[in-house]
C-alpha cells in the first residue's frame, strides 16, 4: 500500500487565508484561531458556522451547534481553521465579525449585527 502525503490546501473566507478544508480534525492544532464549518456536495462548498476560540480543534469536537451543522449539511462535513500567531484575541474577533458580516445566510451560531 503507497502512502500519499495530504498537501496544506488554503482557501479564502471573506479574504482571510483558512486551512482546509478538512474531513477530520486531526491537523486542528490545540490552539487559539478561528474555525469554519463546511459542507460540501462534491460541487459546491457551503459554510454552516463560524466561529473564535482558545482551542479550535476542541472547539470542533464539542461543539453544542453540531446538530444545526447536521441540520444544514449537503453532503460532507468538513473543517476549516485560521491561525495567525500575530493576531490578538481582538484581531480574531474582528474577523470574525467581518466573516459574519459579509456572509449573512452562515446557518449556525450568532448572528453580528
Known amino acids: 500500500m ?3 502525503s ?3 490546501v488554503h482557501q479564502s473566507i471573506a479574504g482571510y487565508m483558512f486551512e482546509g478544508p478538512y474531513s477530520g480534525l486531526e ?3 490545540g490552539e487559539e484561531g478561528l474555525y469554519a464549518v463546511i459542507s460540501s456536495d462534491g460541487k459546491e462548498y457551503y459554510l454552516l458556522d463560524v466561529g473564535y476560540s482558545k482551542n479550535v480543534k476542541s472547539a470542533c469536537q464539542r461543539n ?3 446538530s444545526c451543522w447536521e441540520q444544514y449539511r449537503r453532503g460532507e462535513l468538513q473543517f476549516s481553521f ?3 500567531p500575530q493576531f490578538t484575541e481582538d484581531m480574531y474577533r474582528l474577523a470574525l465579525d467581518e466573516i459574519r458580516k459579509r456572509y449573512r ?3 449556525c451560531g450568532k448572528v453580528t449585527k
Open 64 to 66: 453544542p451547534r453540531k
Open 6 to 8: 495530504q498537501l496544506r
Open 27 to 29: 491537523r486542528f492544532p
Open 2 to 4: 503507497v502512502t500519499v
Open 82 to 84: 485560521l491561525r495567525d
Open 105 to 107: 445566510r452562515i446557518p
